[in-house]
């Protein structure tokens, strides 16, 4: 079935840098964007970072632009987030998520992977 | 960037209810806007897109409408699994915007 897992979460300490992995399995991962959306403790869901299905276009929300990097190996099926100079307000639990396109809604998510910057 | 006001926060319905969750744009996100579902400890789910095309599997009891500013997410007769977190989100322009959430909780 259709299914995204993701991976590599934890604890890091402030300034320090972490990567968070998507698989995916089910689909065919190479011909659809790719998001990775976050939610803070007790707190709603904020977009993060979008990659188009060939990897050549990126958007970032204003606050980890410069400092997250979204990629993606589509002979492995998987989604990645690279995190450097990682702040206490990163912290939060990180889904990845499936959309059609760039700009459109985000149809399947993962069970999502916690990050706490402490 | 466009900001999505959801309203109210909190909605206690009791079960077999309607319920009516409404989602403000700050400026005409067209029709533009989706809808999710989270329960404690999951991940959200697709309910509608398009403002009004309920996404494949979600009951017939969801509905969404509206366009421009104004959206509304109506449940027409609350079942237990109903009680939840709902959240709309944008995607006419960048930064994609998610509302604060409205949960719906047993009266």
């Known amino acids: 079935q259709v299914q995204l897992v993701e991976s590599g979460g934890g604890v890091v300490q402030p300034g320090r840098s972490l990567r968070l992995s998507c698989t995916a399995s089910?689909?065919?991962?190479?011909?659809?964007?790719m998001h990775w959306v976050r939610q803070a403790p007790g707190k709603g869901l904020q977009w993060v970072a979008v990659?188009?299905?060939?990897?050549?276009?990126?958007y970032y929300t204003d606050s980890v632009k410069g400092r997250f990097t979204i990629s993606r190996d589509n002979f492995k099926n998987t989604l990645y987030l690279q995190m450097i100079s990682m702040r206490p307000e990163d912290t939060a639990v990180y889904y990845c998520?499936?959309?059609?396109?760039?700009?459109?809604?985000?149809?399947?998510w993962g069970q999502g992977t916690t990050v706490t910057v402490s | 960037e466009i900001l999505m006001t959801q309203s109210p926060a909190t909605l206690s319905v009791s079960p077999g209810e309607r319920a009516t969750l409404s989602c403000r744009a700050s400026?005409?996100?067209?029709?533009?806007l989706a809808w999710y579902q989270q329960k404690p400890g999951q991940a959200p789910r697709l309910l509608i897109y398009?403002?009004?095309t309920r996404a494949t599997g979600i009951p017939a009891r969801f509905s969404g409408s509206g366009s421009g500013t104004e959206f509304t997410l109506t449940i027409s007769s609350l079942q237990s699994e109903d009680f939840a977190v709902y959240y709309c989100?944008?995607?006419?322009?960048?930064?994609?915007?998610f509302g604060g959430g409205t949960k719906v909780d047993i009266k």
């Open positions: 998520a499936r959309g059609n396109s760039v700009r459109v809604w985000m149809d399947v």
């Open positions: 089910g689909f065919s991962f190479n011909r659809h964007a």
């Open positions: 990659i188009s299905y060939d990897g050549y276009n990126e």
């Open positions: 400026q005409s996100v067209y029709n533009n």
């Open positions: 398009g403002a009004s």
């Open positions: 989100q944008h995607y006419n322009d960048w930064p994609l915007i």
